[in-house]
């Protein structure tokens, strides 16, 4: 017999250790089975779970369950991200905290052993949480991204690109974090609205006496580096001056005046500063008209020998201040203004990035992108909402060099050796590149290796095909590639999904999938994004902790609407509890009034109106839940069990089926156990795949003696036509009258036990035996007596609704005070109309617009939106009462 209450910490930790000990989520068993594969996005080996992993992960796993039950080989291939920066921080951090040498003293091998060491000890943290979050992947193939073959696989990839000119090294420059002193990814750079300065200093034109042309700038200490002023070719106030040159403060260096598109008239005083060394833009200008690219700092941020000697060694905030001050006593500081700007951090780091001018390893990643491009446009792959593939599209048509070199010891290192006058050796294997460097030199020569890692990032970009074993051709390569679908979240689409497609694109000519879905950013309750610094960030583990996983899994499937981020709050999670509750309550239902499954029994043999609709009713469940996971559609697929599960079954079947089963034994009491077993088996595989502890618990306690678990039931295969379609009708009209009658009771604010006359006005035939075959639970469920046409005039004191052709009509003159109802009803209606004026005047001020945070904008239009439609509800229920 179950417990009355649903403990779901024990259940899940029982079935979750006999699901993996049974071997039932690997894939591979069956090859007569068509292959479904899914692989894992890799968290980092530092990470734990959030909010967004417990997303992304729950939806992956619906996926798979569901392929696993519909018959398909299914592949969920799991596995972790080495996470260079992070990885490597974290044992620094942890060498300072021991006391210990520091990673430069222990020197570079001694260090990568002991990041090996700690991956060992701690590097199983987020797979462990995955398991808590009831994931399934087939983790008897779990790949590290520096594993063995996967780190082969990488070194293959790079030394076969650069052997195609697809790999290079170049002078370019990159995100540079001076504390780290590494180059760092697009995504590992924290954007920050800072409170500066706009400083504009006056530049003398040559050969002149006081002309001069003003520049503006916000980072005053890359002006030692500027090689150029430039101008728009149309600004008419500067065509006189293009092609003539200023002199560079401070420093004297003589630098021309440009003309190029990249000025905005509109801006400043329409001229700006090139220093192609320190800024993105600059960089590209300084490339189109062949300007000098002078680096002023070093790695560290300081001052270096290309600067005046007076700042050599500086660093380049202090540098600032001074060369704000010289400026301003040589008399050419025109005016400071306070400024707003976004200013790049390193997100680990947390110090200011520069754009810095460094020798690094690029990936050709245009001519890559060109395939890539075009599998999309021809619909090799597609995105999941469509709207994404324009942002692919936006990035992928303006694709730079891809900076793949990190100046970091934990990582891939890059297979690249160093002869003696700087030639440049790529191989599989230092042996493979001495010989090569012998060949070349005439004899053998001495080469040292290039000290950088790869980004991470790109062994990342191998993660679909890598894992299944290339570059070898295995059998899991041939059956497994090209994936099915990737679900990842929207701010990974250029830094991983376009690089995985760019890469299997290029090495295993097709595309690594053929879905993109794209899932919802999580916010907190009032939309706003999560983090530390606003101290609202959910952690699921606590979520699961307090009400279980599968109610955590089911507000996030049921939240996850295409193109909508989730406003999730704790009270959410909490109602799918109750959820979970009401089917654990329903299970127990059938199980005291003896709701067993009967071999043999067929649904589609029912005698019984209530039995039929219920039968019909699963089957209509099935094919919505089809069409929703065939759409990526999880919010539908998850509303359709929720209002399956509490309002079809729970609330009108087993309310309808009471009778039945409190009745004498027979027959009809017989059908009803069968049919209530037999819905209750098809609705806990439907709900496996969300919810899948709460369903494994129940279907072992439910069904004595079966031979398998639910994780390995197939998903049900309905007969249509088990749909008795009139019965369907003439139950829907029950329940949707009954609905009604309490709906009205509600607005009326009849008392919850009084009990009320029921007439029917115009009603058909068809509509009287309706009513008269369900008289006794209409009576009890709508808390109507005295059920009865009407065919004189509506009595004083009633309320009327309409039902398809009849009038419902209930005389409540004895049961309520109508005028006092009608008081009340007025009042709420003029205090709600003062709410919604309020409300949508706010709306109207453009300052409040203008000036509010997104999130309480939102809000007060959900709560405007909320308060009309309780409005149009009283109005509807104030004009009842004036009906009757």
Known sequence: MLDKTYRPREVEAKHYASWEATGAFAAGRDPSRHPFTIMMPPPNVTGSLHMGHALNFTLQDILIRYARMKGRDSLWQPGTDHAGIATQMVVERKLAEDGGPTRRELGREAFVQRVWEWKKESGDTITRQL?????????????????????????????????????????????????????VSDLEVAQQETNGHLWHFKYPIEGTENEYITIATTRPETMLGDTAVAVHPDDGRYRDLVGKRAILPIVGRRIPIIADEYADPEQGSGAVKITPAHDFNDFEVGRRHGLEMINVLDASGRLNENAPEKFLGEDRFEVRDRVVGEME???????????????PHGDRSGSVLEPWLTDQWFVDAKTLAKPAIEAVEQGRTRFIPE????????????????????????????????????????????????????????????????????????????????????????????????????????DIIFFWVARMMMMGLHFIGEVPFETVYIHALIRDARGQKMSKSKNNIIDPLDLIDKFGCDALRFTLTALSAQGRDIKLAESRVEGYRNFATKLWNAARFCQINGCKPVAGFDPGSCAGAVNKWIV?????????????????????????????????????YVEFSKPVLNGPDGGPKEETRATAAWVLDQLLHMLHPIMPFITEELWEEMGEGRA????????????????????????????????????????????????????????TEATLARVEDHRDIISTLARVDAIAPLDGPVPE????????????????????????????????????????????????????????????????????EEAKAALAKLKEALGRLAAG
């Open 387 to 490: 709207n994404w593939a324009k942002t692919y599209f936006e990035w992928m048509r303006n694709i730079q060099p891809w900076c793949i070199s990190r100046q970091l010891w934990w990582g891939h290192r890059i297979p690249a050796w160093y002869g003696p006058d700087g030639e440049i050796f790529v191989e599989m294997t230092e042996k493979e590149a001495v010989a090569a460097a012998a060949k070349h030199y005439a004899k053998p020569v001495d080469l040292v290796r290039d000290e950088d890692v790869l980004d991470t990032w790109f062994s990342s970009a191998l993660w679909p095909f890598s894992t299944l074993g290339w570059p070898q051709e295995t059998p899991e390569l041939a059956r497994y590639y090209p994936t099915d679908v990737l679900v990842t979240g929207f």
């Open 616 to 652: 019909a009713a699963t089957v209509t469940l099935r094919q919505k839940l089809d069409g929703a996971l065939a759409a990526y559609r999880f919010n539908d697929a998850a509303g359709a069990l929720y209002q399956f599960t509490w309002g079809t079954f729970c609330d009108w």
């Open 797 to 864: 004191g009633s309320v009327q609704a309409v039902l398809d052709e009849a009038t419902l009509v209930l005389p409540l003159a004895g049961v309520i005070d109508i005028a006092k109802e009608k008081a009340r009803l007025e009042k709420e209606i003029e205090k709600i109309e003062g709410e919604i004026r309020k409300l949508e005047a706010k709306l109207g001020n453009q300052d409040f617009l203008a000036k509010a945070p997104q999130a309480v904008v939102e809000e007060n239009r959900e709560r405007l």
């Open 708 to 763: 398998s678990s639910l994780i390995a039931a197939t998903w049900p295969e309905f007969d249509d036509t088990w749909r008795d379609h009139g019965a369907e009708a003439e139950i829907d009209w029950v329940v949707r009258l009954i609905s009604l009658i309490r709906a009205v009771r509600a607005e009326m604010n009849v008392p919850a036990g009084a009990r009320t006359g029921l007439l029917l006005k115009d009603a």
């Open 131 to 183: 398991r808590r979050l009831g994931a399934s992947p087939d983790w008897g193939r779990e790949r590290f991204t520096m594993d063995e073959g996967l780190s082969g696989a990488v070194v293959k990839a790079f030394v076969d690109l650069h052997k195609q000119g697809l790999i290079y090294r170049d002078k370019r420059l990159v995100n540079w974090d001076c504390q780290l002193q590494t180059a």
């Open 329 to 343: 006593s040589l008399g050419l500081l025109a005016k400071i203004e306070e400024h707003v700007h976004v200013v």
